[in-house]
């Protein structure tokens, strides 16, 4: 039988937020259990400086949460296809290059992932974006040869990719009982992605898929470019974003931005940086902000207020507001972000995501009446304006929620046992 025995293979689902690992048995959930009974080991890493050694996914989060001495790393994806893959960053007092970070957090994955299954992986399908890079072929084509470069020094002699909204549609195609064109959404941490794929049970045991994928596009917006917006538009302001200068301009905005995206913010903690703060804060009219900046600086809180942000856009898909508590920065300050203020704030990236998704369509030369299911999945998927606006374009299709940290892991187990066996 060809699939009375496991497979050899497995797939690791690098998540900009969380990350899993499948691995087809037959009649056995394919996704490996990676932290504490769970299938997923959120994309973290902190280096624990008291202890001087690294922590990944919610003990990291823990440990950092808890005020342990350290450096947490969040959105270690979002290195792929920026100009900092080449650099060193410092840590524990060493350089250490971003390359190895990746590699450190990957060959955790993978030695969990071994540990659980009882045996070693020495082949893998990685998932990976449609594009890492927007509009720029040679980058991106750069992007996916460092991750098979990373995943290869880790010990993996056999490396091959799959598109992740591919993956995910093979994962729900082992559950339906008849041919349908479906639109996968794929709404991850620092991508969307699409594709428009014909599926049906019969198509299942076909190794080679390629005339089944009509078309496939992407853009690289995702939930931590969210968590910026709500940031800028509903925190940041508390802390000098859009203050005036006394020559009536307005103050310059890089540590803001710098401070509202996970992989840059301990850049603001840099001596330049400060100093560059510092020569500003006698020419803003209102130094309010500015000083609470400086606070949020000193105590080393750039991660503790994304990590606020982030949970309160999680908490905006089922209510309408949430008061952050600020009085770690300064007494009795808060903010009440709502749902309309976020929506507002990711205006312009849904209407990218809705261009993609046009675009996709006009690709595949299929009319919008022709698409039978929409198929959501990725963490950022449960966003209701993002749902809503994908779903106004596709009015008569039905639409169906996958396991938004799943689906992607599953499917590519799925594909791992056809390449590898």
């Known amino acids: 039988m060809k699939n009375a025995s496991p497979a050899r293979a497995c797939g690791i689902d690098f998540g900009t937020s969380n990350s899993t690992v499948g691995w087809h048995r037959p009649g056995v959930e394919s996704?490996?259990?990676?932290?504490?009974?769970?299938?997923?080991?959120?994309?973290?890493?902190?280096?624990?400086?008291?202890?001087?050694?690294?922590?990944?996914?919610?003990?990291?989060?823990?440990?950092?949460?808890?005020?342990?001495?350290?450096?947490?790393?969040?959105?270690?994806?979002?290195?792929?296809?920026?100009?900092?893959?080449?650099?060193?960053?410092?840590?524990?007092?060493?350089?250490?290059?971003?390359?190895?970070?990746?590699?450190?957090?990957?060959?955790?994955?993978?030695?969990?992932?071994?540990?659980?299954?009882?045996?070693?992986?020495?082949?893998?399908?990685?998932?990976?974006?449609?594009?890492?890079?927007?509009?720029?072929?040679?980058?991106?084509?750069?992007?996916?040869?460092?991750?098979?470069?990373?995943?290869?020094?880790?010990?993996?002699?056999e490396?091959?990719?799959?598109?992740?909204?591919?993956?995910?549609?093979?994962?729900?195609?082992?559950?339906?009982?008849?041919?349908?064109?479906?639109?996968?959404?794929?709404?991850?941490?620092?991508?969307?992605?699409?594709?428009?794929?014909?599926?049906?049970?019969?198509?299942?045991?076909?190794?080679?898929?390629?005339?089944?994928?009509?078309?496939?596009?992407?853009?690289?917006?995702?939930?931590?470019?969210?968590?910026?917006?709500?940031?800028?538009?509903?925190?940041?302001?508390?802390?000098?974003?859009?203050?005036?200068?006394?020559?009536?301009?307005?103050?310059p905005t890089s540590h803001h931005i710098n401070l509202a995206t996970w992989h840059t913010i301990n850049s603001v903690y840099s001596q330049k940086s400060k100093l560059a703060l510092g020569s500003m804060r006698y020419d803003i009219e209102d130094t309010d902000g500015i000083d609470r900046l400086f606070k949020l600086i000193e105590q080393r809180a750039g991660h503790w207020l994304a990590m606020e942000v982030e949970e309160t856009k999680i908490q905006l898909t089922h209510a309408d507001s949430r008061l952050v508590p600020l009085d770690r920065i300064e007494p009795g300050l808060s903010v009440e972000l709502t749902r309309a203020l976020f929506e507002g704030s990711i205006d312009n990236q849904l209407e990218r995501v809705r261009g993609s998704v046009n675009q996709l369509l006009a690709d595949a030369d299929v009319r919008v009446s022709q698409v039978d299911t929409v198929f959501f999945t990725g963490g950022s998927s449960g966003i209701p304006a993002l749902r809503q606006s994908v779903s106004a374009m596709l009015p008569n299709a039905r639409h169906v929620e996958g396991n938004i940290f799943g689906s992607i892991g599953s499917g590519l187990a799925i594909e791992a046992r056809k390449r590898y066996g």
């Open 159 to 251: 490396v091959s990719f799959q598109y992740e909204p591919i993956a995910a549609a093979f994962d729900y195609e082992s559950t339906i009982e008849r041919e349908e064109l479906v639109l996968i959404v794929d709404i991850g941490g620092g991508t969307s992605d699409f594709s428009l794929v014909r599926l049906s049970p019969e198509r299942r045991a076909v190794d080679d898929r390629h005339a089944d994928i009509l078309a496939t596009g992407g853009v690289h917006i995702g939930g931590t470019d969210f968590d910026k917006q709500l940031s800028l538009q509903g925190v940041m302001p508390l802390f000098g974003y859009g203050s005036r200068m006394k020559s009536g301009a307005f103050m």
């Open 31 to 157: 996704l490996i259990e990676l932290e504490d009974g769970k299938i997923t080991l959120p994309s973290v890493v902190f280096f624990n400086i008291e202890e001087r050694r690294p922590v990944y996914g919610r003990l990291a989060l823990h440990e950092y949460l808890e005020g342990y001495e350290g450096r947490l790393m969040r959105s270690l994806k979002s290195l792929l296809g920026s100009k900092l893959i080449k650099h060193d960053t410092s840590v524990l007092g060493t350089a250490l290059p971003f390359k190895d970070l990746l590699g450190m957090f990957i060959g955790e994955l993978k030695k969990r992932a071994e540990a659980n299954a009882g045996r070693a992986f020495d082949e893998v399908v990685l998932g990976r974006p449609v594009h890492f890079v927007d509009d720029d072929q040679a980058a991106d084509q750069e992007a996916e040869d460092t991750l098979a470069e990373v995943a290869k020094k880790i010990g993996f002699k």
